[in-house]
């Protein structure tokens, strides 16, 4: 398995980018944010995409130089049409609108529609979170999940993420799915025969382990029907109130001939409306010194929250470098080649 440091593997991945008519700004940009999230370790939402966002460039199915659009504000709320630019730009955008907004009215909210692909929310309200804000974001996704009873795709995995600003390290990215799609895509790419019971359901709607049926098939909403009305709920705030696509009429990024055509909801809070921002920001800690002092379980070493392990990865990778799967280096290698940019060293 290929290990690259995080500047190099930025600096192909940034370059890659401009192979295919990004701009360096947006390419260096875009780039970033998917080597953040090797950085933590979320693989599934990292540099791994990068081939299909190319092919999405080089045929047209999003724009190189799309420029997202406020459409109206009202009090503390924007709509955003995102133009179909890459996902991480509209990203971009409306973080920075709703952190104006936020100042402003110590309440940001924006809907966006006619996004993309933006990786890991957690890169989105960490932005928030940066600012000073409590951070909330939303997108939905590509209808991969089937309704609480049903078997036809109909709903994303329609990942929630929500993250404090502070020392706190709670920061909780989740999909509304047991595991998020890449996973099983990375899994079916990588020819791994088996994933773990519990991901996905075959075209059938029954539960399987084979990674084939699995692509195949659809995939399992977290805890049964909770996980299924997370979703709808998810899909209510994003692509019902964007006023943009929704449920199937989603594309994906592994599909060419349509654009993915996501819609998305960001909210940034400002804590000072309700606490001093100092003792908020001592509460959040001392609530996750609470949950941290509890005696760990049978078979772990203590009790991390949500946002530890992806902190402490974070660390190791820049000291030792990002692991990347055969499948993903093979990719990077074969965009390098067809758009003449030098592989860095790997180790």
Not at 62 to 77: F, Q, R, W, Y
Not at 310 to 333: F, N
């Amino acid at each position: 398995m290929p290990l690259v440091d995080a500047l190099s593997l930025r600096e192909l991945c940034s370059r890659l980018f401009e192979g295919v008519g990004v701009n360096l700004r947006d390419a260096t940009f875009t780039a970033s944010a998917l080597v953040a999230s090797d950085l933590r370790g979320v693989d599934s939402h990292g540099v791994a995409l990068l081939r299909y966002y190319l092919e999405q460039l080089e045929q047209g199915d999003m724009e190189a130089h799309g420029d997202p659009e406020v459409l109206h504000n009202s009090g503390c709320t924007a709509l955003v049409d995102g133009h179909n630019a890459i996902g991480q730009l509209v990203a971009r955008f409306c973080c920075d609108q709703a952190i104006a907004l936020a100042i402003d009215h110590g309440c940001g909210i924006v809907s966006a529609r006619r996004s993309n692909h933006f990786g890991a929310a957690a890169y989105w309200v960490q932005r928030l979170n940066a600012a000073g804000f409590i951070g909330i974001v939303l997108c939905n996704a590509s209808p991969a999940v089937a309704p609480w009873q049903g078997k036809q795709g109909r709903l994303g995995t329609n990942p929630i993420c929500f993250g404090v600003p502070g020392a706190s390290p709670f920061l909780l990215d989740m999909a509304t799915t047991t595991v998020a799609a890449n996973k099983i895509f990375n899994a079916f790419s990588a020819g791994k025969p088996e994933i773990p019971q519990g991901w996905a359901l075959d075209s059938d709607g029954a539960p399987t382990t084979d990674t084939a049926a699995a692509y195949k098939g659809l995939l399992n909403p977290l805890g049964g029907y909770k996980g299924s009305g997370l979703a709808v709920m998810v899909e209510m705030l994003c692509g019902v109130l964007s006023g943009g696509a929704m449920s199937d009429e989603l594309g994906g990024i592994r599909f060419r001939g349509k654009p993915v055509d996501i819609s998305q909801f960001y909210l940034a809070l400002d804590p000072k409306c309700f606490l001093d921002p100092l003792e908020y920001e001592q509460r959040a800690i001392q609530l996750t010194d609470k949950l941290k002092s509890a005696a760990p379980a049978i078979g772990y070493d203590e009790v991390l929250v949500a946002g530890e392990p992806e902190i402490r990865k974070d660390a190791v990778r820049r000291r030792e470098g990002i692991p990347l799967s055969d499948d993903t280096w093979q990719s990077l290698s074969e965009w390098a080649a067809k758009l003449n940019v030098p592989l860095p060293a790997i180790r």
